[in-house]
């Protein structure tokens, strides 16, 4: 076994022996060294969006002192979810290892694959309508005058 | 302009103003009355996560102390990219309001856009490479078997 997918099943194992939430461990690894490791703790925190994932990636972002992990390595124990997906792009990682997929999760019913049918626009799992667009468009055209940061 | 939407744009605005990140607000209404505000810190905290929509959910989560945000109502400045579209999701939120489109965000140079593509399987922004699959699959299994939520 890869060793540091070990390292991502060793958190899982972690985090649902403290019932910190979900059986999902991450590790990023930069230049062959961990950089951070991390669990889904959504239950234990209240807080949705602490997956594995993304507890990884924000504290490699302290580690290093910067949102930009391009280099870095994500080696997770299960298939990023749309939402950690994502963040894995906004922070410019570009590699990433998984060992169960998103099928897996699925069937033991987290609704990863769902989301991911809803952002391909095959089911209505949300209402998202369009509101005001016009009045906050001028905040977005200052924001590009002023040379503002994409991230 | 509603009245909430407003609230998101004076967001958005106290976020560049302060140089925090990029010029997005969302704010997050129960019963009608505003349980969180929020706008993207992914500069100022070097977190890449921080996206407003993030920020009001973490922050909605704090306040009402559960990651179940049912019944609750998000506007945001900007439609949400994948990782907060996700996150609503997960976080239980069934009803949000945009105001700019992610076309408007690409247009100013963000990346929302090509994402959707990407999960859409259109493009390679990532290497996403299955490993040790069966090694990882009994976290799992254990996790389902002690009757773990799906969270």
Redesign the interface.
Known sequence: ??EF??L??EE??KG?TNHD???F?AVIVKNGRVISKGH?E??Q?????LHAE?VA??QA??VL?????TDCIL?T???P?????????????????????KK??AS????DDD??E???GHNE?????????E???E??????N?G????
């Open positions: 076994m890869n997918m070990k991502a099943k899982a194992i649902i939430g979900g059986p461990g889904n959504v239950l925190k209240h807080n949705p969006v993304i990636i924000m972002c302290e002192n910067t949102s930009d992990l080696y124990s299960c298939e979810c749309p939402m950690c997906l994502s963040a894995i792009i906004w922070a410019n990682i570009t590699n990433v290892y998984y060992a169960c997929t897996d999760a033991i019913g987290f609704r989301i991911y809803f952002i391909k799992m949300l209402n998202l309508q369009e509101l005001n667009r009045d906050c468009l905040v977005m055209q200052k924001y590009q002023d503002g940061k994409l991230y």
